[in-house]
Every structure is written in structure tokens, then in C-alpha cells.
């Protein structure tokens, strides 16, 4: 069976500074890879999906992440964080033949100060 | 677009009651929507895929007679919470993928149970 791990559940950050957080799946298939954001009250949103081709894949808020094969890992980075970005980030893994169910990381809590 | 309401929001219930949330896609076509329950600071877990017009389809664990889902349109699903008790108490989230999109799901913004 697939899994998610998210090693970071906070990682604190001041604003301006660059942030990675950190997501590695477990699979023996291939997989397709998501990053969701959920801000406060509020549902998930997909920040950004690999699914096939460039294995860097961008947001349209400056977040991108770099599908790595052999190490399984999709982490997310920004170089440059805001205020804005506060918010829990959730990796998630969709497995090639498993009827396309999202398996969910236990999500990362970003909390960018001033 | 791709939006994703779910009602009510919140919701406090006796033990021994029922409760329903509704799912509903507002702005697109939905022949297939997850319901998704969600533990203080754990992991969406997927309880159950609802397809319209068909059975859910449950994942192992889930009690089907406790969590009834109904999907009869491709607008709207719902889940309903027979006989709660204080253990059923959690976050349930649905979400929606639509006729063409079929990896993205459009999440609804949750509902927060309460049983006392």
C-alpha cells in the first residue's frame, strides 16, 4: 500500500525567507503527486500536481516542487515567503490503478512571521 | 469556478440522533465525490466514494449502515450519520471531481460534528 510522510507538522518561518517542506511517498507503482493548502476555515485547494513530463511543476503564488524519482520525495519550496502563505499544506499521492484515491500526507503547518 | 459547498458548517447533535451534511458541486458536474474524515492533527482519511446514481463504494473499517451516502445527482451527495455517538465527533470533509478532471478533486471547506 502507498503512504505519505511529512516529517515537519510546523515549520515557523519569517517572512521573506525561503521555505521547503518536506513530503516523500512510499509506492511500487507509478504515481501522480498533489500539494494541497488549506488556509483557516477555510477547504483545500490544490496548489500544484505533477502528473507526467518536466518534473518541476509551479504554482501561480510562486510555490514549486520537483517530482525526484529515486529518492520518492515532492517536496515544496518558495524562495521568498508572505505573510499570505500561513496556512496547512497537505502532500498527497494518487497510486497508477488504485481507482485514483488521494492518500494524504498528515500536513504541514507553515506559520510565516513578521 | 469548481466550487464545492458543504452544509452546515457545524453542527452539535445528542448521541443517538442523526445527522446529514450535504455536498453539493455549485458550478460543475460531479459523477463522482469522496467523503473524507479528518482527525486533530492527522491526515484526511477517505471513508467512502460516492458515484451518482450508484452505491458508495466504502473503504475497509468504514460501517456503511453508520455512514449512509446518497448520491442522486451530479450536483449534489450526501453523507448521514446514524445513531452518532461522541466518538463519530470530527472534521468531515467531501470533494467533487468532475466530468473531465479526472485526478483533481475540488474540496468543500468541511463540517465540523460535535456529538454530545
Known amino acids: ?114 | 469556478g469548481a466550487v464545492v459547498s458543504q452544509h452546515p458548517s457545524r453542527v452539535i447533535c445528542k448521541s443517538g440522533t442523526s445527522v446529514k451534511i450535504e455536498c453539493r458541486s455549485l458550478d460543475f458536474q460531479a459523477t463522482t465525490m469522496f467523503w473524507y474524515r479528518q482527525f486533530p492533527k492527522k491526515s484526511l482519511m477517505l471513508m467512502a466514494t460516492s458515484n451518482e446514481g450508484s452505491k458508495a463504494t466504502y473503504e475497509q473499517g468504514v460501517e456503511k449502515d453508520k455512514f449512509l451516502i446518497n448520491h442522486a445527482s451530479l450536483t449534489l451527495s450526501t453523507l448521514t450519520v446514524t445513531s452518532a455517538h461522541p466518538e463519530d465527533s470530527s472534521f468531515y470533509i467531501c470533494s467533487a471531481r468532475d466530468l473531465t478532471g479526472q485526478l483533481t478533486q475540488y474540496f468543500g471547506p468541511g463540517t465540523r460534528l460535535l456529538v454530545l
Not at chain 1, 497508477?96 to 488521494?102: A, C, D, F, Q, R
Open chain 1, 1 to 114: 500500500a502507498q503512504s505519505v510522510t511529512q516529517l515537519d507538522s510546523q515549520v515557523p518561518v519569517f517572512e521573506e525567507a525561503p521555505v521547503e517542506l518536506r513530503c516523500n511517498y512510499s509506492s511500487s507503482v507509478s504515481v501522480y503527486l498533489f500539494w494541497y493548502v488549506q488556509y483557516p476555515n477555510q477547504g483545500l485547494q490544490l496548489l500544484l500536481k505533477y502528473l507526467s513530463g518536466s518534473t518541476l511543476v509551479e504554482s501561480i503564488n510562486g510555490f514549486e516542487a520537483e517530482f525526484n524519482k529515486s529518492q520518492t520525495s515532492f517536496h515544496l519550496r518558495k524562495p521568498s515567503v508572505h505573510i499570505s502563505d500561513t496556512a496547512e499544506y497537505f502532500c498527497a499521492v494518487i497510486v497508477t490503478g488504485g481507482g485514483n484515491k488521494l492518500t494524504f500526507g498528515t500536513g504541514t503547518q507553515l506559520k510565516v512571521e513578521l
